[in-house]
């Protein structure tokens, strides 16, 4: 096991280079100059020229990208250029607020979407499956950003029962800020994650052991539980790991729509104002924590099936 996290960890380096690569490209063939943005708009054209000299971007290409990755090899990416402030302490204080985000809305979407998943796939074709099936199929295609405005609509301004926006925090009004939020994300969620417990139940309760079970007189219930759904929750793990790691990156929308102080919104706002260190940071942290959310994903895979603990060398 030791072995095979190892591997994975060092494979995960030529895969941050080349997020790195692509993304220091794109954001140096962007319109904007940084130097004007940290200087403003009445700044000489000396003390411009002399700005640009002093963060190097007179150097040619391969060059600046070099020293960034070098830097940002030992933890340093640098100081936001609208700031001046660390990009890792900048990171470091939206990641929590990310973090709380996202795994509210995947327990919610697990809490939801695995009872579904079962129910529908020990009921195929009735009324039931065929309802939730719709349903999901519209949870999987509703876009976050439009859910999350509906969400608005309905429950801030004309019930007027929760907060459009607000701070996160343990008080009342913090946790009746993450409601709206954890919705918008945890409803397409539990859409997968209820699909895919679906397909996969519905392919190991077909199998030889589980009709032996069964003519043994074990419970239905017991079956279910202790057969069928333990062997149906590798897939199932699959995509709520590639969820969890998605939403810590693909947030943004939601974090702009209610004004949530994480990591995606700050990525917005860096792109806005062509924030290059900014932009890179967090990239490549979303990019690392994606990576490591997976790896975690796959060593549970060990303790849910341990035939699988024996390819892990």
Same mark, same amino acid.
């Given at each position: ?12 380096? /030529? ?6 690569? #692509? ?50 090899? #030992? ?11 660390? #990009? ?92 709206? /939020? ?132």
């Amino acid at each position: 096991m030791g072995k095979y996290i190892l591997k994975r960890i060092v494979m995960l380096i /030529p895969v941050v280079i080349g997020i790195s690569f #692509v993304v220091f490209s794109i954001m140096s063939l962007t319109p904007g100059d940084p130097a004007q943005l940290i200087l403003g708009e009445s700044a000489s054209k000396e003390a411009l020229d002399a700005k640009r000299e002093e963060l190097g971007l007179n150097d040619p290409f391969i060059v600046q990208y070099f020293r960034y990755v070098s830097a940002a090899a #030992v933890g340093d990416f640098g100081r936001s250029y609208t700031t001046n402030v660390p #990009v890792t302490q900048e990171i470091m204080s939206r990641f929590p607020n990310t973090l709380i985000l996202t795994i509210c809305a995947v327990i919610l979407a697990i809490i939801i979407g695995i009872p579904v998943g079962v129910f529908t796939a020990v009921r195929q074709y009735s009324l039931w499956d065929s309802g939730v099936m719709v349903l999901t199929l519209l949870g999987v295609s509703m876009p976050v950003f439009w859910l999350g405005l509906m969400l608005i609509l309905l429950f801030a301004l004309n019930l007027n029962w929760l907060p459009a926006v607000g701070q996160p925090s343990w008080s009342i009004n913090g946790i009746r800020a993450l409601i709206l /939020p954890t919705l918008s994300l945890g409803v397409n969620t539990a859409a997968v994650i209820t699909r895919m417990t679906r397909s996969s139940m519905l392919d190991v309760i077909r199998q030889d052991y589980i009709r032996t079970a069964r003519a043994k007189g074990v419970s239905e219930f017991y079956v279910i539980a202790r057969h069928a759904l333990r062997n149906a929750m590798i897939p199932v793990l699959t995509v709520i790991g590639i969820q969890f790691g998605g939403l810590l990156g693909g947030a943004i929308l939601t974090e702009s729509v209610f004004s949530w102080p994480g990591v995606g919104r700050l990525l917005v706002e860096a792109i806005r104002q062509k924030d290059t260190p900014r932009v890179m940071g967090i990239v490549i942290f979303l990019a690392v924590a994606f990576s490591i959310v997976n790896l975690i994903v796959d060593v549970l895979y060990a303790y849910v099936d341990p035939r699988i603990k024996s390819r892990y060398k």
